[in-house]
């Protein structure tokens, strides 16, 4: 019983789309990630040869929160650039190419820089038990 109470406060806590909801003892937290580029480029291992793309995950949640944010936050395809952000399990998955396949990490990091220009920063939804 207490489960179908929890779950149900869960699905009106996240229909309600607010920045900090409570229902019950489930609070549903609007968390912003911010300074993508900069996280994102420190994490990116073996950048000396091309590859069809680099990629880095950045995690936004801590221990005792439950993700709620799924699916594509940032995209940016064109003939010139191939950018995707992707949150999934806490994670926002970035990954990033310039249009020649293999691409150049130099080539990609522009692209991810033009991605993240108008905003460098992703809102994402979480839940915590108090």
């Known amino acids: 019983m207490k489960l179908f109470f929890v779950l149900a406060s869960m699905i009106l ?8 909801r409570k229902v019950g003892n489930v609070i ?3 968390r912003e990630v911010n300074d993508l580029y900069n996280t994102c480029i420190g994490k990116v291992e ?29 995209k940016l395809i064109d003939d010139k650039c191939s ?3 992707e949150t999934m399990n806490g994670v926002l998955l970035i990954t990033f190419a310039g249009s020649q396949n ?12 033009r991605a993240l220009s108008p905003k460098d920063s992703v809102k994402v939804i979480l839940y915590t038990l108090e």
């Open 13 to 20: 806590a996240f229909s309600a789309n607010a920045a900090d």
């Open 28 to 30: 549903a937290v609007e």
């Open 46 to 74: 073996d950048t000396a040869k091309p590859k069809s793309f680099f990629s880095c995950g950045i995690k936004y949640t801590t221990d005792g929160e439950l993700p709620v944010s799924k699916g594509r936050v940032l």
């Open 83 to 85: 950018v995707v952000g």
């Open 102 to 113: 293999p691409s150049n990490f130099e080539a990609s990091r522009l692209c991810l820089e």
